[in-house]
Protein backbone atom coordinates (compact mmCIF):
# COMPACT_ATOMS: atom_id res chain seq x y z
CA UNK A 1 0.00 0.00 0.00
CA UNK A 2 2.47 2.38 0.69
CA UNK A 3 4.46 1.92 -2.54
CA UNK A 4 1.28 3.53 -4.16
CA UNK A 5 0.34 6.23 -1.42
CA UNK A 6 3.34 6.53 0.66
CA UNK A 7 1.89 9.04 3.27
CA UNK A 8 -1.62 7.53 3.54
CA UNK A 9 -1.95 9.92 6.89
CA UNK A 10 -0.90 13.07 4.99
CA UNK A 11 -2.87 12.27 1.88
CA UNK A 12 -5.77 11.76 3.95
CA UNK A 13 -5.38 14.80 5.32
CA UNK A 14 -5.18 17.13 2.57
CA UNK A 15 -7.82 15.56 0.86
CA UNK A 16 -9.74 16.59 3.76
CA UNK A 17 -8.52 19.91 3.55
CA UNK A 18 -9.28 20.35 0.06
CA UNK A 19 -12.66 19.36 0.66
CA UNK A 20 -12.59 21.59 3.20
CA UNK A 21 -11.76 25.21 0.87
CA UNK A 22 -13.72 24.10 -1.82
CA UNK A 23 -16.62 23.43 0.71
CA UNK A 24 -18.07 20.25 -1.06
CA UNK A 25 -18.13 16.70 -1.13
CA UNK A 26 -19.17 16.40 -5.03
CA UNK A 27 -17.53 13.64 -6.97
CA UNK A 28 -15.55 15.80 -8.52
CA UNK A 29 -14.29 17.42 -5.56
CA UNK A 30 -13.24 14.45 -4.52
CA UNK A 31 -11.56 12.95 -7.51
CA UNK A 32 -9.64 16.50 -7.81
CA UNK A 33 -8.51 16.61 -4.33
CA UNK A 34 -7.52 13.22 -4.38
CA UNK A 35 -4.99 13.97 -7.34
CA UNK A 36 -4.05 17.08 -5.44
CA UNK A 37 -3.13 15.03 -2.30
CA UNK A 38 -1.80 11.89 -4.65
CA UNK A 39 0.33 14.78 -6.35
CA UNK A 40 1.94 16.54 -2.88
CA UNK A 41 2.74 13.00 -1.60
CA UNK A 42 4.65 12.16 -4.59
CA UNK A 43 5.84 15.49 -4.55
CA UNK A 44 7.13 14.60 -0.63
CA UNK A 45 8.69 11.34 -1.14
CA UNK A 46 11.09 13.11 -4.07
CA UNK A 47 12.49 15.53 -1.72
CA UNK A 48 13.02 12.52 0.85
CA UNK A 49 12.73 14.52 4.12
CA UNK A 50 14.61 12.61 7.40
CA UNK A 51 12.61 10.65 9.83
CA UNK A 52 11.49 13.05 12.57
CA UNK A 53 11.87 11.66 16.04
CA UNK A 54 9.53 12.95 18.72
CA UNK A 55 10.94 12.33 22.62
CA UNK A 56 8.88 13.61 25.55
CA UNK A 57 5.25 13.69 25.10
CA UNK A 58 5.07 16.09 28.29
CA UNK A 59 7.55 18.74 26.76
CA UNK A 60 5.62 18.96 24.04
CA UNK A 61 2.49 19.52 25.78
CA UNK A 62 4.19 22.06 27.45
CA UNK A 63 5.71 23.52 24.73
CA UNK A 64 2.13 23.96 22.93
CA UNK A 65 0.85 26.09 26.65
CA UNK A 66 3.70 28.50 26.42
CA UNK A 67 3.19 29.33 23.12
CA UNK A 68 -0.61 29.72 23.43
CA UNK A 69 0.02 31.54 26.18
CA UNK A 70 2.68 33.90 24.25
CA UNK A 71 0.88 34.04 21.63
CA UNK A 72 -1.97 35.30 23.28
CA UNK A 73 0.12 37.90 25.60
CA UNK A 74 1.73 38.93 22.20
CA UNK A 75 -1.35 39.44 20.83
CA UNK A 76 -2.78 41.91 23.54
CA UNK A 77 0.99 43.79 23.60
CA UNK A 78 0.87 44.29 19.56
CA UNK A 79 -2.67 45.59 19.75
CA UNK A 80 -1.80 48.46 22.74
CA UNK A 81 0.72 49.38 20.59
CA UNK A 82 -0.73 49.77 17.65
CA UNK A 83 -4.06 50.94 18.93
CA UNK A 84 -2.62 53.59 21.31
CA UNK A 85 0.48 54.51 19.51
CA UNK A 86 3.23 54.92 21.69
CA UNK A 87 3.61 57.16 24.70
CA UNK A 88 5.91 59.96 24.63
CA UNK A 89 7.94 59.36 27.50
CA UNK A 90 8.43 55.75 26.63
CA UNK A 91 9.93 55.54 23.31
CA UNK A 92 9.31 52.09 21.27
CA UNK A 93 11.69 51.14 18.74
CA UNK A 94 11.64 48.00 16.45
CA UNK A 95 15.33 46.13 15.40
CA UNK A 96 17.17 42.88 15.01
CA UNK A 97 18.31 41.07 17.28
CA UNK A 98 20.98 37.99 16.71
CA UNK A 99 20.50 35.10 18.85
CA UNK A 100 23.15 32.35 19.53
CA UNK A 101 21.34 28.61 19.04
CA UNK A 102 21.91 25.07 20.39
CA UNK A 103 18.95 23.50 18.92
CA UNK A 104 20.34 21.42 15.54
CA UNK A 105 17.60 19.70 14.79
CA UNK A 106 16.29 20.91 11.11
CA UNK A 107 12.58 19.93 12.37
CA UNK A 108 13.51 21.88 15.59
CA UNK A 109 14.41 24.89 14.21
CA UNK A 110 12.12 24.61 11.78
CA UNK A 111 8.96 24.07 14.79
CA UNK A 112 10.94 27.34 16.11
CA UNK A 113 10.90 29.54 13.17
CA UNK A 114 6.91 28.72 13.13
CA UNK A 115 6.91 29.83 16.57
CA UNK A 116 8.18 32.79 16.41
CA UNK A 117 6.56 34.01 13.23
CA UNK A 118 3.30 33.15 14.77
CA UNK A 119 4.19 34.85 17.56
CA UNK A 120 2.94 38.78 17.13
CA UNK A 121 5.64 41.10 16.93
CA UNK A 122 8.35 38.70 16.33
CA UNK A 123 9.64 37.80 12.93
CA UNK A 124 12.77 34.69 12.14
CA UNK A 125 14.53 36.22 9.51
CA UNK A 126 17.58 34.27 8.74
CA UNK A 127 19.35 31.62 10.09
CA UNK A 128 23.26 30.95 9.92
CA UNK A 129 24.11 27.35 10.32
CA UNK A 130 28.08 27.90 9.92
CA UNK A 131 27.86 30.27 13.62
CA UNK A 132 24.25 28.59 14.92
CA UNK A 133 23.11 31.89 15.18
CA UNK A 134 19.08 33.34 14.35
CA UNK A 135 18.43 36.44 13.51
CA UNK A 136 15.63 37.78 14.61
CA UNK A 137 12.89 41.13 14.04
CA UNK A 138 11.31 41.96 17.32
CA UNK A 139 8.73 44.84 17.03
CA UNK A 140 9.26 46.09 20.67
CA UNK A 141 12.35 45.59 21.18
CA UNK A 142 14.31 45.11 24.66
CA UNK A 143 17.98 44.64 25.60
CA UNK A 144 19.58 41.86 23.28
CA UNK A 145 20.39 39.76 26.63
CA UNK A 146 16.68 39.46 27.25
CA UNK A 147 15.53 38.08 23.93
CA UNK A 148 18.40 35.51 24.17
CA UNK A 149 16.98 34.31 27.66
CA UNK A 150 13.48 34.29 26.12
CA UNK A 151 14.31 32.74 23.28
CA UNK A 152 16.29 29.89 25.15
CA UNK A 153 14.20 29.46 28.17
CA UNK A 154 11.18 29.38 26.60
CA UNK A 155 11.53 27.64 23.54
CA UNK A 156 14.83 26.31 22.76
CA UNK A 157 15.20 24.24 25.68
CA UNK A 158 11.64 22.15 25.34
CA UNK A 159 13.03 21.92 21.49
CA UNK A 160 15.95 20.20 22.32
CA UNK A 161 14.02 17.85 24.78
CA UNK A 162 11.39 16.77 22.28
CA UNK A 163 13.92 16.62 18.81
CA UNK A 164 17.49 15.96 20.12
Known amino acids: MTRLLPYPLLWLALL ?9 VAPRSI ?5 AAFGACWALVALRPPQAR ?4 RAMAQLAWVVL ?4 RSNNAVARIVLR ?13 LVPLDLRDPYGLA ?15 EYDSARSTML ?5 LIPDDDWVRIIKDRYEIRLREIFE
Open 16 to 24: AMWLLLVGS
Open 31 to 35: LMGSL
Open 54 to 57: LRRP
Open 69 to 72: VEIV
Open 85 to 97: GRPRDVPRQSGFV
Open 111 to 125: VLGCILTATPGTVWV
Open 136 to 140: LHVLD
